[in-house]
């Protein structure tokens, strides 16, 4: 499959995706009166998608605004707000900024797993089926997390995984250092008592 191709396919799932959102009422369900900040890069595809990623907001009813952004700062203005969407990312446009989010990423879904995800089954049927039934850590719940690279001359890639999975003991040693009580099986706020303790 050429790129031109592939760039084709999923700009139509995109839009294909969007339009059933909107004719499900699901994506006006919490419309906002602020603007879908999109960004605006320095290579013609990025500029053309974006237009097209707006034009398809402003369909739907949406107030967009365009903005020039540079590739590296534009995961961070995510972050803060300042940008809404990312979209036609490249790997050789990523950088540290990149994976440093995604770093960062990983440690706070690693605490949030470790403490509510709980995804059960009964006779092969899922007990959740949305966000209310299946709770995730919350914005105002997220620690301020800070991530350092070892600088070795190396572009670091792969780095959003890694920090997930030791991020459970972790939360399991501050609860103990907290409470004096050792949980060794997730998730840990299933057990009240230590969400009183811990979360006040």
């Known amino acids: 499959m050429n790129l031109m191709k592939s760039k084709t396919i999923s700009a139509m799932v995109l839009a294909g995706s969007l339009t059933l959102l909107s004719a499900t009422g699901v ?16 290579w013609s595809s990025q500029i053309v998608m974006a237009y097209v990623l707006g034009g398809m907001f402003e369909s739907m009813g949406s107030n967009v605004e365009y903005v020039p952004a ?25 950088g540290k900024s990149f994976y ?40 105002g719940q997220t620690p301020k997390v800070d991530i350092h690279f070892v600088d ?9 995984e890694p920090t997930l999975p ?25 057990n009240m008592s230590i969400e009183k303790k811990v979360m006040g």
């Open 166 to 190: 030791p991020i459970g003991a972790a939360v399991a040693n501050a609860i103990y250092k907290a409470t004096g009580k050792r949980l060794t099986k997730q998730p840990y706020m299933d």
């Open 70 to 94: 540079d590739s590296q700062a534009v995961y961070e203005s995510i972050r803060n707000g300042d940008v809404t969407i990312s979209h036609e990312v490249w790997q050789s446009t990523f």
């Open 27 to 42: 994506a006006r369900a919490a419309d906002s009166t602020q603007p879908i900040v999109i960004p605006i890069h320095n």
């Open 152 to 160: 070795n001359g190396l572009n670091p890639t792969g780095l959003g």
């Open 100 to 139: 440093n989010a995604m770093s960062k990423g990983g440690v706070i879904d690693g605490i949030g797993h470790a403490l509510y995800s709980n995804f059960g089954f009964n006779n092969g049927v899922p007990q959740s089926n949305n966000f209310n039934s299946y709770q995730l850590i919350r914005m």
